[in-house]
């Protein structure tokens, strides 16, 4: 029974396809992003993400980030090498808790070696989720100050 199902929805599918053709497309972000989500629950800092070689970029697709509302606490996601720093989003959380989710629409990327940090002070439960792909050498190989000078 199961197999004659199958016959029929693949013929109407076939013929379906010889009647209406259709393009399938998708953008890079939908065929090679990557999520991941990190919880903190105490001051400190967690890398999200990180290039896999030095010179690689990362480029965000999406961001959702809650915190929880704490008296004098913060929780900011950034893009860092150690030693150039740049915030995406930083919640002073003291009168309110922070929930935003952003999907990018623009070239949000970094320079080669940045990586993502998800940093808290106060003891503040804050959660991050990014899905961002990553750009080879040979897509992107620019210092921070390159990178700096085309905002």
């Known amino acids: 029974m199961l197999k004659v199902i199958r016959d029929i929805a693949e013929s ?9 053709p259709f393009i399938h497309a998708e953008t890079n972000a939908s065929q090679h992003g990557v999520f991941r989500a990190v919880t903190r629950s105490s001051a400190g800092t967690t890398i999200i993400a990180q290039p896999k070689a030095t010179n690689d970029s990362i480029i965000l697709t999406d961001l959702m980030f809650t915190t929880d509302k704490v008296n004098g606490a913060t929780a900011t996601v950034r893009f860092t090498d150690g030693t150039n720093t740049i915030n995406i989003i930083a919640a002073d959380v003291t009168d309110a808790p922070c929930n935003i989710g952003i999907g990018f629409s623009g070239h949000w990327h970094g320079w080669g070696g940045a990586r993502l940090e998800l940093v808290t002070t106060g003891v503040v439960v804050a959660t991050a989720a990014l899905g961002y792909m990553r750009l080879g050498p040979d897509q992107t190989n620019q210092s921070y100050a390159e990178w700096n000078a085309l905002r």
Do not use: D, G, P, V
């Not at 109407?12 to 209406?20: A, V």
């Open 12 to 20: 109407i599918f076939q013929r379906n396809l010889s009647i209406h």
